[in-house]
């Protein structure tokens, strides 16, 4: 839902390619791809790309300010004793998965201008397009944001569920049984257009921050009731308005990448 919202809403700047009913329909195939690979017929693929779906932010932030580059990140964790596949590496998938995407259209920029054939380039940028997707949508739902991801940790004075049930009746069999009603509601809350600027890190951790104030009310909406059967409309209006967060960051992420594969790529600086 989040991949195809995105898809649907890219400004006309953007190639044909990435808009046309056949990519929209394509990109939103590819969002669920990344859970494909969570099968335990492919155990190594499956351990290795399990924590790009989620950042424990609590734990993340313990370590103070977060390295951009994914072994920077480790290093300083394992450095503080911590396993950073532990508390999730959901942001440096999702940037380096935005740059393949950027890299992807720069060649198609280039390829276009020496009036050459872009079919494969545009079938590559399709994939990276609907893969960023899944880990925007990821972070979208607060539960992948937290520790407290599939039942309350610690004191709990308002008596929420402790049980492991809470993630999936949320983002899986709510969705699921409503989905019409959610993604009526989602299409009306889509944000106008945004080009994305300053360091795309940041401002996907602005995006995941934003995303983990939600936490309680996902708690809230579950001891309330929401999330079973048809829900409340709270409860509809809530998912609606997380998936119309998704789906805006990533079409302004797409949009983000073509606009930045203009640039002129760096010249590198070698040392002796």
Not at 55 to 64: M, P, R, V, W, Y
Request: aromatic share 12%; with cysteine; charged share 20%.
């Amino acid at each position: 839902m989040v991949n195809r919202l995105a898809a649907s809403n890219l400004p006309s700047s953007v190639p044909e390619f990435l808009r046309s009913p056949e990519a929209v329909a394509e990109i939103e195939y590819i969002g669920p791809e990344p859970d494909r690979w969570r099968s335990l017929a492919e155990p190594e693929l499956n351990a290795a790309q399990a924590p790009e779906h989620y950042i424990d932010l609590e734990l993340a932030d313990a370590l103070g300010e977060l390295p951009h580059k994914r072994f920077d990140f480790e290093a300083k964790a394992y450095a503080a004793g911590q396993n950073p596949a532990k508390i999730g590496l959901q942001p440096w998938e999702t940037t380096e998965v935005w740059e393949r995407l950027k890299a992807a259209l720069r060649t198609y920029r280039q390829l276009s201008a020496e009036h050459k054939s872009t079919r494969e380039v545009e079938a590559v940028a399709l994939f990276y397009a609907g893969w960023l997707g899944h880990y925007v949508g990821d972070g979208c739902q607060p539960l992948h944001t937290t520790v407290l991801y599939n039942g309350w940790l610690g004191p709990n004075p308002n008596g929420y569920t402790t049980e492991h049930h809470i993630h999936w009746q949320f983002e899986g069999i709510f969705v699921a049984a409503n989905e019409q009603a959610i993604d009526k509601i989602a299409a009306t809350k889509i944000a106008p257009v945004h080009l994305i600027e300053g360091d795309i890190f940041d401002q996907y951790m602005d995006y995941l921050r934003r995303s983990h104030t939600y936490v309680e009310k996902v708690y809230q909406l579950d001891k309330a009731g929401g999330f079973e059967g048809s829900g409340t409309p709270e409860s509809r209006q809530f998912t609606a308005e997380r998936i119309a967060a998704g789906a805006s960051m990533l079409r302004d992420m797409i949009y983000t990448a073509w606009v930045d594969s203009a640039q002129p790529v760096p010249e590198p600086h070698y040392s002796n």
